[in-house]
């Protein structure tokens, strides 16, 4: 996935797009000034004034003048202080003329809000940014749900309308992320089905996953390999749920001589993702270490543990692991 750096020079800086050039199979950087970004493409109008068209997959790198809140909210984000983050992302929207740059702050927040645990909340607001740019490219801020939450009467309702918005693919799944647990669970399956077909083959294999996340019995093995395979398809961005259902089949796969690794590779792949939430990297930094202790790695078992404590300091699943580390020595 690219990269986007917002850089702070005069009024009158030019935008610069690294891209990998089909043509030359090349690293390519151009300056100018973006005048359309959407999930497909890019458009530059360059210094030359040539309209220069790239393939958002080919995006390397963007940089552009930003707000310096907004540099401010990234060091936030990165300290994991993230309700500062989400104050100062809200508070630089208005400053923001370009409509590209309004989605990455909406996109950042959405981030924000899913860190803080305030799920409902990203979801509407992932809505909000799909409904004003359907085609947005950072349509992969998608806050699914990847393990059971309780739901409140209103986002209950708002998901069973979005299911039924196939027309906005992410929106429907979305809701049926939500649904799937709850005691609208035919209908949100229902929804990922019709969305397995989808001609988006991003939406296809996160619909299959999500399907997946009911699995209680092992899997044939070719299944899971297969689902391993359009995890790996995905952009890095959208692998951090499906690697945590990944690992949660492996675990209960009849692969004996492979399934400790493989459960504990895609937690660890889950949890180091940049993208997913700190609750769910938590939860899946402890779920390696608890794998590997079961097949009495040890040694391995602690140091994912106390790796977990480093990282996530504050979350449940650091005391579970403090406790278990405990209850070890």
């Known amino acids: 996935m690219f990269i986007c750096t917002f850089v702070h020079i005069n009024a009158?800086?030019?935008?610069?797009?690294?891209?990998?050039?089909?043509?030359?199979?090349?690293?390519?950087?151009?300056?100018?000034?973006?005048?359309?970004?959407?999930?497909?493409?890019?458009?530059?109008?360059?210094?030359?004034?040539?309209?220069?068209?790239i393939k958002t997959d080919n995006?390397?790198?963007?940089?552009?003048?930003?707000?310096?809140?907004?540099d401010e909210a990234e060091q936030r984000m990165n300290n994991r202080e993230f309700d500062q983050a989400l104050s100062l992302l809200e508070r630089s929207l208005p400053m923001v003329s370009e409509e590209?740059?309004?989605?990455?702050?909406?996109?950042?927040?959405?981030?924000?809000?899913?860190?803080?645990?305030?799920?409902?909340?990203?979801?509407?607001?992932?809505?909000?940014?799909?409904?004003?740019?359907p085609?947005?490219?950072?349509?992969?801020?998608?806050?699914?749900?990847?393990?059971?939450?309780?739901?409140?009467?209103?986002i209950q309702q708002l998901a069973q309308s979005w299911i039924r918005q196939q027309n906005y693919p992410y929106v429907a799944l979305l809701g049926a992320s939500f649904l799937l647990t709850s005691d609208k669970k035919n209908e949100a399956q229902t929804a990922l089905a019709v969305l397995t077909k989808s001609d988006d083959s991003d939406?296809?294999?996160?619909?299959?996953?999500?399907?997946?996340?009911?699995?209680?019995?092992?899997l044939p093995l070719p299944t899971i390999k297969n689902l391993e395979m359009k995890t790996d398809a995905l952009p890095k961005s959208l692998q951090f749920g499906p690697r945590f259902v990944l690992a949660q089949l492996w675990s209960r796969s009849s692969a004996e001589e492979i399934k400790t690794d493989k459960a504990a590779i895609n937690y660890l792949q889950c949890?180091?993702?940049?993208?997913?939430?700190?609750?769910?990297?938590?939860?899946?930094?402890?779920?390696?270490?608890?794998?590997?202790?079961?097949?009495?790695?040890?040694?391995?078992?602690?140091?994912?543990?106390?790796?977990?404590?480093?990282k996530c300091p504050d979350s449940q699943w650091s005391q579970q692991a403090k406790r278990t580390i405990d209850g070890g020595l």
Do not use: H
């Open 135 to 154: 085609d947005t490219a950072f349509c992969d801020c998608v806050p699914l749900v990847w393990t059971s939450v309780e739901l409140s009467p209103k």
């Open 59 to 70: 995006i390397v790198e963007v940089q552009a003048e930003r707000p310096a809140l907004y």
């Open 100 to 133: 590209w740059m309004k989605q990455e702050i909406l996109a950042r927040q959405i981030e924000c809000l899913s860190s803080l645990n305030r799920a409902e909340d990203a979801a509407q607001r992932y809505v909000q940014l799909v409904r004003l740019a």
């Open 203 to 218: 939406v296809a294999a996160l619909a299959q996953l999500q399907l997946n996340r009911l699995s209680l019995t092992p």
């Open 271 to 310: 949890a180091s993702n940049s993208k997913s939430p700190v609750e769910l990297q938590a939860r899946a930094y402890y779920s390696a270490g608890a794998v590997l202790l079961s097949a009495n790695r040890r040694d391995e078992a602690f140091r994912v543990f106390n790796l977990l404590i480093e």
């Open 12 to 53: 009158y800086a030019e935008d610069t797009v690294v891209y990998y050039n089909s043509s030359t199979g090349r690293q390519t950087k151009s300056t100018g000034t973006i005048e359309n970004y959407s999930r497909y493409e890019l458009t530059l109008k360059t210094t030359s004034g040539n309209i220069l068209s």
